[in-house]
Nanobody, 115 residues
Framework: QVQLVESGGGLVQPGGSLRLSCAAS????????MGWYRQGPGGQRELVAH???????NYADSVKGRFTISRDIAKDTVYLQMNSLKPEDTAVYYC?????????WGKGTLVTVSS
């Protein structure tokens, strides 16, 4: 069982930055993949970025060069640094943890990019 708690969302102007955090209830090194997904207004949930337990990262094309996923194993926390934010980045951002047998989700944190 893994509980995930996201934080760091909010309102930001276009071109601004935010850092999201996802705190896990167990050692993230024991989790195969941790990632961030988002769901915009009227849209489907989509992958933003993920990081494997070996530290390999992957990004959606729409965020490459602007977003960075990282982790602090000692704190069991994964981060998503978001720079150069655009209005189309507006969404609820969800933390995800994949083990061999289960998918776990956080409740999400809202990011609104607007002037």
């Amino acid at each position: 069982q893994v509980q995930l708690v996201e934080s760091g969302g909010g309102l930001v102007q276009p071109g601004g930055s935010l850092r999201l955090s996802c705190a896990a209830s167990r050692n993230i090194f024991s989790i195969n993949v941790m990632g961030w997904y988002r769901q915009g207004p009227g849209g489907q949930r989509e992958l933003v970025a993920h990081i494997s337990n070996m530290g390999i990262t992957n990004y959606a094309d729409s965020v490459k060069g602007r977003f960075t996923i990282s982790r602090d194993i000692a704190k069991d926390t994964v981060y998503l640094q978001m720079n150069s934010l655009k209005p189309e980045d507006t969404a609820v951002y969800y933390c995800n943890a994949k083990t061999y047998t289960m998918d776990y989700w956080g409740k999400g944190t809202l990011v609104t990019v607007s002037s």
